[in-house]
Structures are given as C-alpha cells and as structure tokens.
C-alpha cells in the first residue's frame, strides 16, 4: 500500500519569498511517481510538477522545483520568489501503474 | 478543447436517491477515475478504469458503482445516496504509456468538479 503525508496544514510566506511544501511517502513499489497539485479557491486541479523514482536529477518547472530525496523517502515542493497568486491548496501525490494517492494538502496563503 | 467533461456541477439528493455523475473525456485517455474531496481529507481514490471493460476498487469504493463501456466514459453511480456522500467529485483522466498508464506520464486531466449533496 501507499501513503502520502503532508504535516503541514496551512503555511504563511510573505511575498517574493521562497517556501518549502513538507511531503513524506511511503511505498514498497520500487517505481513510482512523485506529483504536486495547486488547487485554488476555484477549485480546478493544477498539475505542478513530477519526479519518476528513477530519476537523477530533481524535477524544476519554472518557479517550481521538487526535493526529492529518495533515502528519507521525502518530495518536498519549493516555490521560489511567491507571487500573491500561489494562494492555494497544494497537494503531494504518489503513483505507482494504476492508482495516484493523494495527501490531505497544504494551504498556503502568500501576503504583501 | 473539451478535456474532461462532468455533469452535472451540482446536485442535490434526498437519502435514499439514486443518481449518475458522468464524466467524458475526448482525449482517448486509457486511464479514469473518480475522486472525492472532502475538507480535510485530501482527494480520494473512489475508482479507477485502465481501459474499456476493466474497473478495479480505490481507497474508498462502498456506496458507489462504475462502468466503462467506452474509452470516452466513465460514469460514477450512487444508487442509494447517503449524506455521508456530500463532497466534491473529480473525475481524472491520463494518457497511456507503455508499461505504466499513470506513473509514466506525469500527469492526470481532471474534470471541473460536481458539488454533490445529500439531505
């Protein structure tokens, strides 16, 4: 079975700053994917980013950049330089062939 | 671009009610799926198609029945709503690979969301 976790219920950044989303998984498929979602307050599904569990290099698209670190089974989203629209929830996924888990989320809420 | 299609947006049931959510995709995604989202609690996995004729069970499948008679659709049925079944549902779609329909491709498609409520 497949766990996500995500301890952090809200986070406060201040604007143009950076901040790290806390995700934990558990797994015992040794290929899977690691997924972040926005979701604002009206409510559609933002794909963010993907790692494969094979890969080498932590996954960046744009401002956003995934930590992941395999040993302490850990993906961590970091945003660089917040903007006043990363308000949002933020969901940590995991994935193995049929089946993407989803943790509780993170609200995150960016002030001037 | 249509992508994924829910209807309706919102509904309201008595108990008891039996009701469908459709979901249409035009994509000629392999995969679909069902979510729902209830504050606090995250998305989770109701059901899951891989391709037309094969369902298989999620995180939290009692109450709900699903079909995929096509590759386009994937309707979620309830036939007996209960008020534990108020929530948001999302339907999600993915497009298939060789090996591994989601894990390989980095991302699901999801549909608007239907507002389902339960008196």
């Known amino acids: 079975a497949q766990k996500i976790t995500q301890t952090q219920p809200g986070m406060f950044v201040q604007e143009k700053e950076a901040v790290t989303l806390d995700c934990t998984y558990d797994t015992s498929d040794p290929s899977y994917g690691l997924f972040w979602y926005k979701q604002p307050s009206s409510g559609e599904m933002i794909f963010l980013i993907y790692q494969g569990s094979y890969d080498q290099q932590n996954a960046t698209e744009g401002r956003y950049s995934l930590n992941f670190q395999k040993a302490r089974k850990s993906a961590n989203l970091v945003i660089s330089a917040s903007q006043l629209g990363d308000s949002a929830m933020y969901f940590c996924?995991?994935?193995?062939?049929?089946?993407?888990?989803f943790g509780t989320g993170t609200r995150l809420q960016v002030f001037p | 671009n249509a992508g994924v299609t829910q209807t309706p947006k919102f509904q309201v049931l008595k108990t008891g009610q039996s009701m469908t959510l459709q979901c249409a995709q035009d994509m000629n995604h392999e995969y679909m799926s069902w979510y729902r989202q209830d504050p606090g609690m995250g998305l989770r996995l109701i059901h899951y198609s891989v391709g037309a004729g094969i369902t298989d069970q999620g995180e939290v499948p009692n109450g709900y029945n699903v079909s995929r008679s096509t590759t386009e659709d994937f309707p979620l049925r309830l036939l007996s709503a209960a008020p534990s079944q108020t929530s948001v549902y999302f339907c999600?779609?993915?497009?298939?690979?060789?090996?591994?329909?989601?894990?390989?491709?980095?991302?699901?498609?999801f549909g608007e969301g239907s507002r389902l409520t339960v008196l």
């Open positions: 999600a779609s993915s497009r298939p690979t060789g090996t591994g329909v989601v894990v390989q491709t980095g991302e699901l498609f």
């Open positions: 996924a995991i994935a193995n062939t049929d089946k993407l888990i």
